[in-house]
């Protein structure tokens, strides 16, 4: 087996222990810090890191987008980072990011890359208020497994920056192309699982489009902990935790405990196993999904086509029934 594959075996063994890696870069000087704060990206969205090459300027392009960069023979846009996030390099922007996630490519140009840790995703906690950035951060990750250390990364709501940077100019969501035909028994809720804000609001309104009642967590633990309630709650009425759960939608990447854990602890206790798990992802590729089938889930869906989600859950729904 060559070095590069047994790198990414032994990245996607980390998963089945709640673990991921993460690679550290810095921007530059944000307004709020005097100092070259440290950002995160999962180091599965990552193709590649190189020094900064040349970038074609494109006519009337969007702010922040410095054009494009052929990289290998793709035609790749990229992305200021620092600007759009408000930081000011002192240096430059030296390195580029290129990423694969939500089914697109693109380089994120930065000033320096520090490097790749291994973390607990319980080393992770969820972004509220002032600290999601408008929306950018998704989570706060301590970098130490020391609890009176204090050495932190902002991991990056990639997904977010990229709609901010290049917004679609067709509507996410078309009630007319979803299906709304299909109803939960009574009582039944989705329980949907998504640290991402705007994945959150994407997930509503395909699900509200469907006509389904849901519930929403922002971590894997929440999730986990509102199935405890729910199946107290149905025990108190002589019914079962999948009397109340019609089926759990999850992100793999999660402060506290990711879609996969989440997914597997599902899978593996008695109250839960009957309740079908999708797992909904921006993070793409075989390795992945061969992942995501070993821990028990019953489909996988890539981010965000409101009809394919709709119809992976319709799908998944109707066998639950037979």
Partial sequence: MDTTQREIDER??????NKFELMLFRLGVSPHSETSEVYGINVFKLRELMAMPTVNSIANSPPHIMGM?????????VINLPAALGCTPA??????MVTEFARTTQAFAVEEVDEIVRLNWSQVRAAEGAAAGGGTITSIAQLDADLNNTRLAQVLDVEQILRNVMPSNTPDIDPETIDSTTKL???AVILAADDSASARMLISGCLDAMGLPFVM???GLEAWNMLADLNAAATKEGKTAADKVALV???LEMPEMDGFTLTKKIKGDARFN????VI???LSGATNEVHVKSVGADAYTAKFKAEELAATLLDVLAKARK
């Fill in 12 to 17: 996607s063994g980390l998963t089945s222990n």
């Fill in 185 to 187: 028994p009574p009582g």
């Fill in 249 to 251: 939608l999850t992100d």
């Fill in 274 to 277: 009957k309740i079908p798990v």
């Fill in 217 to 219: 967590a922002k971590t």
């Fill in 91 to 96: 240096t430059g922007l030296n390195i580029l």
């Fill in 280 to 282: 909904h992802s921006s």
């Fill in 69 to 77: 960069a052929n990289i290998r023979g793709q035609l790749i846009p």
